[in-house]
T-cell receptor, first 115, second 112 residues
Framework: NAGVTQTPKFQVLKTGQSMTLQCAQD?????MYWYRQDPGMGLRLIYY???????DKGEVPNGYNVSRLNKREFSLRLESAAPSQTSVYFC??????????????FGPGTRLTVL | QKEVEQNSGPLSVPEGAIASLNCTYS??????FFWYRQYSGKSPELIMS????GDKEDGRFTAQLNKASQYVSLLIRDSQPSDSATYLC????????????FGKGTHLIIQP
């Protein structure tokens, strides 16, 4: 039982390049989330998916797209990376349907640098 | 705009003493409250969750919630050097799939 896994662990991009961050969970959770963490800013929600087939914007969605590929996988795409997207990205999951727990469990993170 | 406020610290506590971490939140409708511990370079790790007013104890950790005052706290008894980390307070509206609203975290240092 690996919990929440993320790939890659580290990535360096040049401005304008694109990339996709991958996230998978093996806890049979319904909901998945993408956060970014910047020094002095705390964690901020980018996008989330309440259930397979649905996605919603969070606090800071600009410059990102997401895909809920199936119940296990939720990817985050940067179409044209900018230096302001240099951050640590965390994926999380929770049961989060009616009657289920809203506790979120986090993956190990992806450290992204955009030059 | 939902806000969660924490003192950024650093909070320095002698080994064996009680560490007290505090958090206030702005959304009066919040229903679920969480404390995460984050070591440098690592991901947030759940320490405690609390949903009702009062105290909840788990080993050396006690979470306290006062919804009327919009205040959450975490007490760590018999503090150990391994407790040195950043502690994140997080708030959820409850009952659904919304994301968490996090405070910026309090950096705790346990002095041997």
């Amino acid at each position: 039982n690996a919990g929440v896994t993320q790939t890659p662990k580290f990535q360096v991009l040049k401005t304008g390049q694109s990339m996709t961050l991958q996230c998978a969970q093996d806890m049979n959770h319904n909901s998945m989330y993408w956060y970014r963490q910047d020094p002095g800013m705390g964690l901020r929600l980018i996008y989330y998916s309440a259930s397979e087939g649905t996605t919603d914007k969070g606090e800071v969605p600009n410059g990102y797209n997401v895909s809920r590929l199936n119940k296990r996988e939720f990817s985050l795409r940067l179409e044209s990376a900018a230096p302001s997207q240099t951050s640590v990205y965390f994926c999380a999951s929770s049961e989060a349907l009616a009657g289920g727990s809203d506790t979120q469990y986090f993956g190990p993170g992806t450290r992204l640098t955009v030059l | 705009q939902k806000e969660v406020e924490q003192n950024s610290g650093p909070l320095s506590v002698p080994e064996g003493a009680i560490a007290s971490l505090n958090c206030t939140y702005s959304d009066r409708g919040s229903q679920s409250f969480f404390w995460y511990r984050q070591y440098s370079g690592k991901s947030p790790e759940l320490i405690m969750s609390i949903y009702s007013n009062g105290d909840k104890e788990d080993g050396r950790f006690t979470a306290q919630l006062n919804k009327a005052s919009q205040y959450v706290s975490l007490l760590i008894r018999d503090s150990q050097p391994s407790d040195s980390a950043t502690y994140l307070c997080a708030v959820h509206p409850g009952g659904g799939a919304d994301g968490l609203t996090f405070g910026k975290g309090t950096h705790l240092i346990i002095q041997p």
